[in-house]
């Protein structure tokens, strides 16, 4: 697994060997020398604050297309930790693909591409000219087709992927101090 450990002011802490190999394909690597590209740390801050001002502690959000993040805040007795769990995967059509799965309208399927390019559900009413309600009202019924208790687990299945849990992260995290 890929998985990169930040404490609260989004410094590495801990950085999987899986994570470590996925980001040695990026030209620029940080500062500090621990392995993670700033683009990939500032993707990583803008989502958990994004996530983190709807009220949620969760989020899996597609940083490419074809790289799943799996954003989760860990309380610990430091303090919050986050962790990024980075999967990638292969769709060539990860809309269709999820249309044909899980039966889905039309609708659902244009609210779900722009869900997947990170729009929050203003920006999807917005987009799609509903109100902020009805958008609402399909994030419930694409929970509801996928059985997901969360929107990130929603997001995870859809794509053909379990949500990450919280268990089996710990196995793969190295430390980089």
Do not use: C
Request: hydrophobic letters at 45%; zero cysteines; proline letters at 4%.
């Amino acid at each position: 697994m890929q998985v990169l450990v930040l404490d609260h002011e989004f410094r590495v802490e801990s950085l999987s060997e899986g994570a470590r190999r996925l980001f040695e394909r990026w030209p620029v690597l940080d500062a500090e020398g621990r392995g993670v590209p700033p683009n990939v740390l500032r993707f990583v801050r803008e989502r958990v604050a994004g996530y983190r001002a709807a009220g949620s502690r969760e989020a899996t959000v597609l940083m490419f297309p074809d790289l799943l993040v799996h954003l989760v805040d860990l309380e610990g007795p430091i303090g919050t930790k986050i962790v990024a769990a980075f999967t990638g995967f292969v769709v060539r059509d990860p809309i269709r693909q999820a249309s044909q799965n899980f039966n889905l309208t039309q609708r659902e399927g244009q609210v779900l591409a722009l869900l997947l390019r990170g729009l929050r559900a203003a920006e999807i009413a917005k987009a799609l000219e509903l109100s902020e309600l009805t958008v609402g009202d399909y994030f419930k019924r694409l929970r509801r087709k996928t059985g997901a208790r969360t929107q990130s687990g929603m997001i995870a299945r859809l794509l053909g992927w379990e949500s990450i849990g919280r268990t089996g992260l710990a196995p793969d995290i190295e430390d980089t101090r």
